[in-house]
């Protein structure tokens, strides 16, 4: 008897055309709407957020970089060192020299990464002027 009751309920209310209530429509309608504008709100605020934290994350990707290409070329070169003294039996000389050439070598990394940063901020001088001092 209750389900009857409940079908009857139903059948009263107005309904559109995908069968929902009306007054349903109109709120659904209004929470789309304010979830698109809070959608738009949260996605301006992030891109300006990420804007500056992207510059920094770049800064601190190249950091890393640098930090890891020096230690890797230092730790190569006491490792080959250090194989070569067990192979050879000259305890301290070829850790030492290769440690030393993994230093300079690992210092160049440093320097030609440092090189290509400033190569790719580097700003391409105006033409512009230039061309119009042609044409008088």
């Avoid at 059948?11 to 698109?36: C, E, F, W, Y």
């Avoid at 930090?67 to 060192?81: D, K, L, Q, R």
């Amino acid at each position: 008897m209750r389900g009857k009751m409940a079908g009857e309920k139903r059948m009263k209310t107005p309904q559109d055309d995908q069968g929902h209530p009306k007054n349903v429509q109109g709120v659904t309608h209004d929470l789309a709407s304010r979830i698109a504008s809070a959608k738009r709100e949260r996605t301006r605020g992030a891109n300006s957020t990420s804007d500056e934290a992207s510059a920094d994350m770049n800064g601190m990707a190249r950091g890393m970089r640098m930090g890891t290409e020096f230690m890797a070329a230092v730790i190569v070169g006491a490792v080959a060192g250090y194989l070569i003294d067990l192979g050879l039996g000259t305890s301290p000389w070829a850790l030492l020299i290769l440690v030393l050439m993994g230093f300079a070598a690992g210092t160049m990394n440093v320097i030609r990464v440092v090189a290509e940063m400033n190569a790719a901020s580097s700003v391409a001088p105006d033409t512009g002027a230039k061309d119009e001092e042609r044409n008088t």
